[in-house]
């Protein structure tokens, strides 16, 4: 090991110090840190990159292997046996390589099926692992449907069981689908973005309620599973409160639940209501939504947005309410526990159980007329 040696004189006596090189090559000069982090960032970068490009590659490859395939059984007439000697040929040249099975042959061969161009594998499916395109392939049916979860997933870094409980609380359908004025109260880009986030219904099955919850158990509840709450209401969500606490001219007003949306930089107001949409709802949410733009929103931010949660609602009455109001409103629906709702009552089934209960007491009735004559 080197040495550096200094020589240092105090009076008539010298001292002889002395210090290790390398400790100086091991001192970490000015700015390393951030060059040491900017590094690992390119590093990790390009792990990612490399991943994704071994990805893609592999899933070409299944898409060329089951491209050929089709056209062999349709072009030269093979029948589905052709499957199982091919797996086992492919096994025995390549006894490394795992995915040569005859079943995921198959799924080769659907995978071509789903996407009969070849461009679209380097679109958003090619950036998904094998798995997360056999659950699209699985429980899909359309193109149009399997490439917008596929999107979807790449854009929110969904793992394989999200996307499957997404497909099937039906997402696609419920995207979207609220009663809104956000055309008319929230600029261009802004409205696109919160239509887009909005669903109808909003799924609350993984709710453990009973059959006669209140407004406040549902609150409650929420807020003690939030994460699957958080999972529902999508990406760039984040929590604030619930029964946040705002007061107005001296009175204490409190609001149901309170979020911070980070895509749309602004707060969102969600009013929950356990019965059908009323029209007095959106003027006690347009008095929320000012009082929070007010006494929350910071200059910076994007005009509040009020969402009104119903059991169920009408359209006309919705956006009756919605029409003349200023401030952004959404009015769209939740949907309960499958228990519960097995547990209440249709209209139908209430009918036909009076009915029998009334028949019941007219022959019950028949029957001591007919004792009290004999």
């Known amino acids: 090991m080197y040495r550096d040696y200094v020589t240092i004189r ?23 840190d951030d060059w040491l982090r900017h590094l690992k960032e390119r590093i ?63 799924y080769m061969k659907a995978f071509a099926e789903a996407y009969p161009d070849e461009a679209i594998v380097q679109r958003s499916v090619g950036k998904l692992p094998w798995r997360h395109n056999l659950a699209l392939i699985d429980k899909l049916k359309t193109q149009e449907q399997r490439l917008w979860y ?78 699957d709450f958080l999972m529902e209401l999508g990406v760039g969500f984040s929590f604030v409160g619930s029964q946040y606490y705002l007061e107005v001219d001296g009175e204490a007003y409190y609001l149901d639940l309170l979020f911070y949306h980070l895509k749309l930089r602004c707060f969102i107001v969600i009013d929950l209501k356990m019965g059908e949409f009323q029209p007095e709802y959106s003027g006690k949410m347009n008095f929320y939504v000012s009082a929070v733009d007010d006494l929350l929103r910071h200059s910076t931010d994007n005009p509040t947005i009020g969402l009104i949660l119903c059991k169920s609602k009408s359209k006309t009455k919705a956006e009756y309410a919605l029409r003349n109001l200023n401030t952004p409103i959404a009015v769209t629906t939740h949907r309960l526990p499958k228990a519960l709702k097995e547990n209440l009552p249709t209209v139908e089934q209430l009918e036909i159980e009076m ?4 028949t019941e007491l007219a022959e019950q009735a028949e029957q001591k007329s007919d004792t009290s004559d004999k």
């Open 44 to 106: 990790r970068t390009a792990q990612v990159r490399a991943a994704l490009a071994v990805n893609q590659e592999l899933l070409l490859l299944y898409w060329q292997i089951g491209r050929s395939i089709l056209e062999q059984q349709q072009q030269e007439g093979w029948g589905t046996k052709v499957i199982e000697r091919l797996a086992k040929d492919l096994r025995k040249e390549f006894p490394n390589i795992k995915g040569f099975s005859r079943s995921n042959l198959g």
């Open 355 to 358: 009915n029998a209960a009334i």
């Open 150 to 227: 596929a999107e979807k997933t790449v854009e929110n870094g969904w793992s394989r069981d999200i996307l499957v409980y997404q497909i099937e609380s039906n997402l696609f359908q419920r995207q979207g689908g609220a009663i809104t004025n956000f055309d008319r109260t929230l600029p261009q880009a802004q409205s696109d973005l919160a239509n887009q986030l909005v669903k109808d219904p909003y799924s609350f099955e993984f709710l453990p309620l009973q059959e006669n919850a209140q407004e406040r158990e549902l609150e409650q509840s929420l807020v003690t599973h939030i994460r």
């Open 10 to 32: 105090s009076g008539t006596t010298t001292f002889q110090s002395t210090s290790l090189v390398s400790d100086r090559l091991l001192s970490a000069p000015q700015d390393y």
